[in-house]
C-alpha cells in the first residue's frame, strides 16, 4: 500500500496563476482533508470531504476550492494564488471521524512570487 | 470551542535524557488527543492517541503520555532520548464535531550527542 500520496511535491508559482494540488489514498478511507502548514501555527484545517462527491470547508477555507469525485482522490485547487498562500500542504484521510487516527502524505510546498 | 497550546516551541536535551513535551488544551466536549511527529520535509505519524479509556497512553518508540483531566494537560515523555527524535512534535485536539480538530503550533525537539 503506498497510503496517502501527493502530487506535485514542490511548485512554484507567480501571483494570478492556477494550479491543482491531487492528493490519492489507497487505504479505502472516507474522509478526508487538506490542510496548510505555517511557521508557529501548526496545521490548519482548509477543506474536508465526509465521502465522495461531499465536501465542506474547514477553519481557512478562502482562496481555495476542492472537489472529491472519487472517492480515493481529494483535489485541492487554487484559482488565482497570492503569496499568502506561499506554505506547505499536507492531505490526510482517515477511517471515520476526527477522532479517529489520521495518516498524511508527505506534503506539497507551494512557493507564490 | 477547542484551543491547545503547546508551551514550548523548542526543547533540546541530550542523547540518553528524558524528553517531556507539554501540552495544554481546552474543549467544551469530551475530547480527544493526539500526539504526531514529523521528521524533516515528512508528512505527519501518529505516536500515540486517548480517547477517554486509560489515562495512560503508551506510544511507539518508547514515547508515552498522561491525560490528567483537572489540569487539562496531555504531555508526552520518554525516558531516554534517541537521537531518531529529533522532529517536530504536534499536539491535536479533536471532538465528536468532525471539522473541530485543532494542532498546536508545534514543539521541536533537538537531541545533543
Known amino acids: 500500500n503506498a497510503g496517502v500520496t501527493q502530487t506535485p511535491k514542490f511548485r512554484v508559482l507567480k501571483t494570478g496563476q492556477s494550479m491543482t494540488l491531487l492528493c490519492a489514498q489507497d487505504m479505502n478511507h472516507e474522509y478526508m482533508y487538506w490542510y496548510r502548514q505555517d511557521p508557529g501555527m501548526g496545521l490548519r484545517l482548509i477543506h474536508y470531504?465526509?465521502?465522495?462527491?461531499?465536501?465542506a470547508k474547514g477553519e481557512v477555507p478562502d482562496g481555495y476550492n476542492v472537489s472529491r469525485l472519487k472517492k480515493q482522490n481529494f483535489l485541492l485547487g487554487l484559482e488565482s494564488a497570492a503569496p499568502s498562500q506561499t506554505s506547505v500542504y499536507f492531505c490526510a484521510s482517515s477511517y471515520s471521524v476526527t477522532q479517529e487516527t489520521q495518516y498524511f502524505g508527505p506534503g506539497t510546498r507551494l512557493l507564490v512570487l | 470551542a477547542q484551543s491547545v497550546t503547546q508551551l514550548d516551541s523548542h526543547v533540546s536535551v541530550s542523547e540518553g535524557t528524558p524528553v517531556l513535551l507539554r501540552c495544554n488544551y481546552s474543549s467544551s466536549y469530551s475530547p480527544s488527543l493526539f500526539w504526531y511527529v514529523q521528521h524533516p520535509n515528512k508528512g505527519l505519524q501518529l505516536l500515540l492517541k486517548?480517547?477517554?479509556?486509560?489515562?495512560l497512553v503508551k506510544g511507539i518508540n518508547g514515547f508515552e503520555a498522561e491525560f490528567k483531566k483537572s489540569e487539562t494537560s496531555f504531555h508526552l515523555t520518554k525516558p531516554s532520548a534517541h537521537m531518531s527524535d529529533a522532529a517536530e512534535y504536534f499536539c491535536v485536539v479533536s471532538a465528536i464535531l468532525w471539522n473541530d480538530m485543532r494542532f498546536g503550533a508545534g514543539t521541536r525537539l533537538t537531541v545533543k550527542p
Open positions: 470531504s465526509v465521502g465522495e462527491g461531499t465536501t
Open positions: 486517548y480517547t477517554s479509556a486509560a489515562t
